[in-house]
């Protein structure tokens, strides 16, 4: 532990890959195995909540939001676990049992779950919302859906430091918290890109605006490409179930269909397109 209260975190290794695709173009395709960060809380879930597990302890409850298939509710039960505090999680939507296995898995690891109707569950950040969770639930620290604040930010620009050497570094992008710490963090000379997992212009705003909080102004060189979400979120198309089967033919790695997939489709579209001078060296963050 640090003086902090936040739990030491070991850099996630890097690998190089040896894909035609890349070499025919005088690319260097390299992969920071973020996935392997912590033993029970896997990549970027790992690095938002590393810096809010102090606070969480000092309050001893934690509360946030996700939908019925979080990766951050999972990440957010299994931190409490280890690290000593009670999580509540409040679930967009109804209850369905018997539980599905992302949820089943939260509950083991102590998480009360709470449901909220999808139509509260749009304004549960409004401050009405929030003082009808606390007179129901007490005193809790609050974490937003998908664990981005400030905190996460910070946690997620530790990322950026650890990818220096690189031109281009890549992160898919959900709430998009990651790529706001991960282009924080970049030495100069890099630039972030992100690969919205959704549908809709917003992530550029929501980027921008969790950097306001963190840094009070935009920081560092990054942007958001915005054509590889196949068709929104968690949604897939046969094209990317082609890609995942052929990436993990020539790597041995099975991406990730909500996020990872996406990006790495991105990456080796933009390639194949021209997009990376030749000499590029374009790291890829497996962020979960
Ligand atoms: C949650 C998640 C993301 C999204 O990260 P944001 O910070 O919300 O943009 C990306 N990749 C994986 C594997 C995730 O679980």
Not at 3 to 21: C, F, H, I, N, T
Request: charged share 25%.
């Amino acid at each position: 532990m640090t003086a902090a209260g936040a739990p030491e975190a070991a850099p996630s290794p890097v690998v190089e890959l040896d894909d035609a695709r890349f070499a025919r173009r005088g690319l260097r395709l390299f992969l920071k195995r973020d996935d392997l960060v912590h033993p029970e809380i896997p990549g970027n879930k790992w690095r938002k909540l590393r810096h809010n597990i102090g606070p969480a302890r000092e309050h001893g409850t934690l509360l946030t939001f996700g939908g019925a298939y979080s990766n951050h509710l999972r990440a957010t039960a299994a931190a409490g676990d280890v690290f000593g505090f009670a999580t509540i999680g409040v679930v967009r939507g109804e209850e369905h049992l018997p539980l599905n296995e992302s949820l089943a898995y939260a509950e083991s690891r102590g998480m009360r779950l709470a449901y909220m109707d999808r139509t509260t569950y749009r304004r549960k950040h409004e401050p009405d919302v929030v003082a009808a969770l606390r007179e129901r639930w007490g005193g809790f620290y609050l974490l937003p859906e998908g664990g981005s604040n400030a905190l996460a930010v910070r946690g997620c620009a530790e990322l950026g430091a650890e990818s220096a050497g690189f031109d281009v570094v890549c992160c898919p992008c959900g709430t998009g918290g990651t790529l706001a710490g991960l282009a924080a963090g970049l030495p100069p000379g890099a630039r972030a890109l992100g690969f919205s997992v959704l549908k809709g212009g917003f992530m550029d705003a929501e980027v921008e605006r969790l950097q306001s909080e963190t840094y009070g102004e935009r920081r560092g060189e990054w942007s958001v490409e915005h054509g590889f979400h196949f068709g929104g979120y968690a949604r897939t198309s046969p094209e990317l179930d082609a890609f995942i089967g052929d990436f993990a033919g020539r790597h041995g790695l099975v991406l990730d269909r909500v996020y990872t997939a996406k990006m790495m489709a991105g990456i080796v579209a933009l390639a194949e397109r021209g997009a990376f001078p030749a000499g590029t060296r374009v790291l890829a963050v497996i962020t979960g």
